[in-house]
């Protein structure tokens, strides 16, 4: 069993030693209980073991007998764990194929400390923000709901998309789900609602002031989000509107492949990208106040 002491549990699964050793001073310098891994096969061993007790998850992507990829897939069916993945390699690819398994970050080696601490911080939070599910706080019914940009209903809305995709997913396809729509609503919520940006963004999380000042901002906001599902056949539409200006949404749309790989890892003002590379396609209208995600699925149930 691991102690309550309010520190963060986090499993580190490594094969490096030197590496596994830096990270852990890193972890352990900030507050952090570390679980040591050597491989995936023993990393798994240990998740399963102490995996209601771990806040988060730190791997290589290549390790013998189980790889990080298969580490994050396994942690999408299962805890669904904030998860950050490390490589050696510069390769778009494993980006990409990370997402799919609902991994928070990835960061190229070498690391240091401030920022692999920054990424497992600003995982943590986003997989909070995404993961809260409130049942029975917001009805269920109907196609359409319209919320105040307000932080406390922004988490909760999750319930209600949840209920209309519940039966489409298996449990962990809908995970995955939720959490890259959840990236979007949020997009309506900072940018749409609040007009917070992405260099300020960047700021209040590195001053630790990032949630303070949402809430402070979102108590004087009179605006409103809606959410709008549908469902044709096996294609499933979920439309989410602000009241707020607008961006220049075309600008994250047509990155190059150089740029779109760079922009992946960085740790805030990527959500779209992320999303490009999950939804079948996003179409934005209105000024990018509007925008809609389409999703094939095939009823597994």
């Not at 986090?10 to 050597?38: G, K, P």
């Not at 995970?175 to 963004?201: C, D, P, T, W």
């Not at 707020?244 to 075309?250: A, I, K, R, S």
Request: aromatic residues 8%; proline residues 2%; negative net charge.
């Amino acid at each position: 069993m691991l102690v309550g002491d309010g520190k963060n549990n986090v499993l580190l699964v490594e094969d490096d030693a030197i590496w596994r050793t830096v990270a852990r001073v890193y972890l352990e310098r900030n507050n952090c209980r570390v679980i040591e891994s050597e491989d995936g096969r023993i990393g798994l061993e240990k998740y399963r073991r102490v995996g209601e007790e771990l806040h988060a998850v730190i791997a290589d992507v290549r390790m013998p007998h189980i790889t990080g990829h298969e580490l994050a897939r396994i942690n999408a069916a299962e805890h669904f764990l904030p998860f950050v993945l490390c490589t050696s390699f510069d390769d778009p690819v494993t980006v990409r194929e990370a997402f799919r398994h609902g991994v928070e970050d990835v960061m190229v080696k070498p690391i240091g400390e401030q920022q692999l601490i920054k990424a497992l911080k600003s995982a943590m939070l986003r997989r909070r923000y995404g993961a809260t599910l409130a049942e029975g706080v917001m009805e269920r019914a109907g196609s359409r709901i319209t919320i105040p940009a307000r932080l406390c209903d922004v988490m909760n809305v999750k319930a209600w998309l949840a209920g209309k995709v519940g039966q489409l997913f298996t449990s962990q396809e809908e995970r995955v789900y939720l959490q890259y729509a959840h990236e979007f609503i949020m997009n309506a919520y900072e940018h749409g609602s609040l007009g917070l940006h992405e260099a300020e963004k960047g700021r209040l999380m590195d001053e630790g002031t990032y949630e303070e000042e949402l809430i402070k901002r979102d108590a004087g906001c009179a605006l409103a989000i809606t959410l709008e599902f549908a469902k044709i056949d096996d294609l499933i539409m979920l439309t989410v509107s602000d009241s707020g200006p607008g961006f220049e949404y075309l600008r994250y749309m047509n990155f190059r492949p150089d740029q779109d790989f760079k922009r992946l890892l960085m740790l805030n003002g990527r959500g779209i990208l992320m999303g490009r590379h999950y939804f079948d396609h996003i179409r934005y209208e209105d000024r990018g106040t509007k925008v809609t995600l389409f999703k094939q699925v095939f009823n597994r149930h």
